[in-house]
């Protein structure tokens, strides 16, 4: 197998000799060292063999002596390889250009794609991942998502978590935003548990603690409903009053009332059919575009951007993208709303955005609407609610004082 390498990266040719002479010719070969492989003599006069290019070299001012003539048949080697490649420059270059993209095209980052909660800033994130190296062009090789990870995590006290989904050269890099959790309750602590609005008792249902309020009372904001101050049991004798953490379920009847002002003379878009049509490329961070004067045409327009990107194959995505930016003129119209039908649409907007808020549910809801003099329409919502008002906040009272024995007594 070493052989035939070695053979190949010098040049072989296959010869084809002819003439009355074959024993000259041959005996010419053992003298001078030279080695003919692959003998085979097809007639008296005729015979093929292969030879190095060496050889070949070191024959060919011999030849005369012999009376034969040779016939070059075959040419293999790197040798050849390298003479026709090289009456080939600009195919030559091309093909070792195309291998060098290839291998930039695989072997490094391209498209770094970023998806972020509302809760995290993508421009943040961008100079972050930056700073850990994390770049178009970046090699892929020297990406340590763990690392790069608790960096982020160190670094961004929004970030739960990281994720880094690879697909080739392309990257997208997904942020998870903390949560806001509770913290965890203290139940060694002394606690108490107040309104948190106003409302008409319904149900108290006390974990711990002393319940001082009772279905039908009426409380306002901040005011105690299940107290850390446990009076003395009298079924158990010898306990007496005693601070605990409180906790619990308090159902109260609540009420809401807002008012929402719409205006009933709005603006709608009517499309004239003129569109406008630009074109850029983008190569990374990197932006050139294909048209004069500048992209932004203020109002009076919609502007639809699309982006088309090729890919190789799968997972192997060209780094640079064709952006279209299309602009669709229209002319602002005035419409004139009915007052019933926007009355309804803000009636069912605000039950629904005050369901999302409470603990409990919301049991009914009406609304009434006026028209001002500027030709608005004012919106007045009510609504009644069924929820759980208490609220948890640190005690600060303590024991009072153990009343004084009388004299006398046993």
Known sequence: MLDQLLRSASGEVRIKVTGA????????????????????????????????????????????????????????????ILRQLRRRAVFTLGFFALAWVLWLLQTHLWILELSTPPEISS??????????????????????????????????????????NRIGNHMIVQAHAKEDHDPPRDDGGITSVVARRPGQIVRVTPLSGWAVVKAGDIVDTGEKLIDALVPPSRDVEGLGPHLTWSD????????????????????????????????????????????????????????????????????????????????????????EQDAEQLRTEIEARAAERLAGTIDGELTSYTSSADTSGSGALEVHFRAEALEDIGEVVEDPQVLPPPEPVPSGAS
């Open 21 to 80: 002479s074959l024993e000259r010719f041959l005996n010419l070969c053992m003298r001078h060292n030279i080695r003919p492989r692959a003998l085979h003599r097809q007639d008296w006069d005729c015979l093929e063999c292969t030879l190095s290019l060496a050889d070949l070299r070191r024959l060919r001012p011999k030849m005369g002596r012999t009376g034969c003539r040779v016939h070059i048949l075959r040419k293999s080697g790197l040798p050849f």
């Open 123 to 164: 421009a943040e994130l961008s100079r972050a991942l930056e700073a850990e190296g994390v770049k178009i062009g970046m090699r892929l090789s020297d990406f340590d998502d763990r690392a790069v990870q608790r960096s982020l995590m160190l670094k961004m006290d929004s970030i739960s978590y990281v994720t880094f």
């Open 248 to 335: 619990g379920e308090v159902i109260a009847r609540t009420w809401y009332e807002t008012t929402y002002v719409r205006p009933l003379t709005t603006l709608t878009k009517r499309y004239t059919g003129k569109t406008t049509t630009q074109y850029a490329l983008i190569w990374g961070k990197h932006r050139i575009n294909l048209y004069l004067g500048s992209g932004i045409y203020g109002t009076g327009c919609d502007k639809i951007v699309d982006i088309t990107r090729w890919t190789v194959r799968s997972g192997l995505t060209l780094p640079f993208g064709l952006v279209r930016q299309t602009y669709r003129w229209y002319e602002p119209v005035p419409r």
